[in-house]
Each structure stands twice: as structure tokens, then as C-alpha cells.
């Protein structure tokens, strides 16, 4: 694994050489690397596709704490029963009702109002399925917080997760999600099969 990316003062952090030496060992054993880097902002909202393996989580694990980031993630709730509830809560997880996802972008961009640096990773698929549709959520999130999204791609192929470039969201969320649907197309995930385009 090359050296990671710097972080700047202003993203949050978990302050711990334990950690980032797991994580960093964690990717030299999967043959993963780290390349670009994360806009020095105390707020963002990190973009991680395509999403179609249990895998990602290993492998975004292990960058977050090789980079020794402190965020929050959204993840379905059954991940969060029996004992696996504590761990997922004290990584940053964030259970996600799929049946009844209502509230989820107000109780979002409110979080990012009660705090002066937060930073949240979302799969705008939302499901490990090949080919899913992206959803717009992390969009709106990030709009009503007025934060920046960063692209963070699964390079199955490369084995490699590449972080940029970023952006902010526009008025227009259909033409931005369009935008980042074209931008991971033909990125191999875990399991690839061509993009499926949302109905017009």
C-alpha cells in the first residue's frame, strides 16, 4: 500500500495510533491503497460507490481508520442488533429503517447543524444489488446543510479507493445525480454488471 493521503486540521479525527495502524494493515493485507485526497472542510459528505458487497464495509473501514477519520455512516438497522449493535454505534453508524426511511435527510442536515465539523459517508445506492439506481438523499443532504459532497470510488479492479474530486450541489438535484451516476458508471465493484438508469 502507497502512503495515504494527508488530512487537513479541519476534518474531524479519532486521534488514534492504534487504530490507524490496524486500518493501514487491514489494506496492505486485502492489497488496497488509498489515492487523491479530502478538500480540508470541516463538514463534508463523502459519496462511497458503487456498493454491491459486504466487502465495501471492510474495505471503507479500514481507510476510515487508516486515515484516522472520526464519521458517521448510515446503515440498515438490522446491522445494528445483538452485539454488533455497540460496535456499529462506536464506528459511527447510523441505523437506517429502509421500510420507513421518512425523516432521514431533516434528521441529517440537522445533525450537521448541531456540530462544527461532521463528516458523513452514505452508498447513495443504498442497497449492494449490481446495477441499483443511485438515490438523490445524499444530495439533499448535503444541499440543506450546505456542505460539499466528495466522490469516494470502489475500484474493484485497481484495488483501489480513490477520494475526489468534490463538489457542491446545485438547485437542479436530478442534473446532479445525473452527473454522479455517470461518474462511477463502468467502475467495478465487488460484483459489476452495467449501471441500471433510473426511470424518466
Not at 2 to 15: C, K, M, Q, T
Not at 23 to 49: H, Y
Request: charged fraction near 20%; hydrophobic fraction near 45%.
Amino acid at each position: 500500500m502507497n502512503a495515504p493521503p494527508l488530512v487537513g486540521a479541519s476534518i474531524p479525527r479519532r486521534r488514534s495510533a492504534a487504530l490507524r495502524a490496524l486500518g493501514r494493515a487491514v489494506l496492505r493485507l486485502l492489497g488496497w491503497r488509498i489515492e487523491g485526497e479530502i478538500p480540508d472542510v470541516p463538514k463534508l459528505v463523502i459519496a462511497v460507490a458503487p456498493h454491491t458487497s459486504n466487502w465495501d464495509f471492510v474495505v471503507g473501514a479500514a481507510v476510515m481508520f487508516a486515515l484516522d477519520l472520526q464519521l458517521s455512516f448510515l446503515a440498515k438497522h438490522t446491522l445494528f442488533r445483538g452485539p454488533f449493535g455497540p460496535v456499529m454505534r462506536w464506528m459511527g453508524g447510523i441505523a437506517v429503517d429502509r421500510t420507513g426511511p421518512h425523516g432521514v435527510v431533516g434528521d441529517a442536515v440537522a445533525a450537521f447543524a448541531r456540530t462544527p465539523r461532521r463528516v458523513l459517508a452514505i452508498a447513495p445506492q443504498g442497497t449492494r444489488s449490481a446495477g441499483a439506481p443511485y438515490k438523490s438523499g445524499f444530495l439533499h443532504i448535503a444541499r440543506g446543510a450546505c456542505v460539499p459532497v466528495l466522490y469516494a470510488t470502489l475500484d474493484y479492479e485497481a484495488r483501489c479507493l480513490r477520494l475526489g474530486p468534490s463538489f457542491n450541489p446545485c438547485e437542479d438535484i436530478e442534473a446532479d445525480l445525473e452527473r454522479v451516476e455517470a461518474f462511477y458508471a463502468g467502475v467495478r465493484g465487488k460484483r459489476f454488471s452495467p449501471r441500471r438508469f433510473r426511470p424518466s
